[in-house]
């Protein structure tokens, strides 16, 4: 079946720091690769999304590329801010049908100033 | 547009009885999905509709509970006979059928706990 595995948590960083949260990804096919957000207290944010392998998901300074030949899809920022603070899930889809979604367990990120 | 609603946003129910929750997807999405989370998991799937019909179920999705959407627009989860393992974030989240990859608009959820 598919699977998502994500780094574990939590990670905690200081301001302008470098990031990277993992994701390694198990599908058959062609997957449809998503990063969610959800900040304290609200619910789960489409973050960023890439279709086909190659291709670089990109917002509000996230960039995550897909990876066929490693499955994997890991989440960066150059320069975190405290603002930035939130639990962030990888997650794929087995089609582009808008079927179900298969979540990996999120990682907590804590920004300190 | 609201977005995804959900009631109640918080519901705390003794062991045994039944509890019912609401979701109001986004108008024009034609798409509903349910999914549980519990504390330091990720959402997992229970089901989805397309319109009113309910296309899939996951196994997590026991006897107890059950899921409607009657005219393709709210939706409700009703679980029976409660136990202290469903206590969750109960999800709802919503898309349009023929957008590729859109991704879904989540509720801010239903947090559910058994005592």
């Known amino acids: 079946g598919n699977s998502v595995t994500q780094m574990e948590g939590p990670v905690t960083l200081s301001e302008e720091a470098f990031l990277t949260i993992n994701c390694t990804y198990t599908a058959t096919g062609y997957p449809s690769l998503f990063w969610y957000v959800q900040y304290p207290g609200e619910g789960l944010q489409l973050l960023l999304k890439?279709?086909?392998?190659?291709d670089k998901g990109s917002n509000k300074g996230f960039e995550a590329t897909y990876r066929k030949e490693t499955t994997s899809f890991h989440l960066e920022k150059g320069s975190v801010q405290v603002s930035d603070s939130a639990v962030y899930f990888c997650?794929?889809?087995?089609?582009?049908?808008?079927?179900?979604?298969?979540f990996g367990t999120g990682t907590r990120l804590t920004i300190i100033p | 547009d609201t977005g995804v609603s959900q009631d109640p946003r918080h519901k705390i129910t003794k062991r045994g009885q039944n509890v019912t929750f609401r979701c109001d997807p986004i108008s024009e999405h034609n798409r509903l999905y349910w999914y549980r989370q519990t504390l330091g998991q990720g959402p997992e799937f229970l089901t989805y509709?397309?319109?009113?019909?309910?296309?899939?179920k996951s196994r997590l999705l026991s006897d107890r509970f059950s899921a409607e959407r009657p005219k393709g627009s709210f939706s409700t989860l009703e679980i029976q006979r409660t136990e202290q393992g469903d206590s969750a974030m109960y999800l709802c989240a919503s898309s349009p059928a023929f957008v590729a990859n859109y991704g879904y608009t989540f509720g801010s959820g239903t947090r559910l706990t058994v005592v």
């Open positions: 890439a279709t086909k392998a190659d």
């Open positions: 997650a794929l889809s087995a089609s582009p049908r808008n079927e179900k979604l298969t």
């Open positions: 509709f397309q319109n009113e019909a309910q296309l899939e």
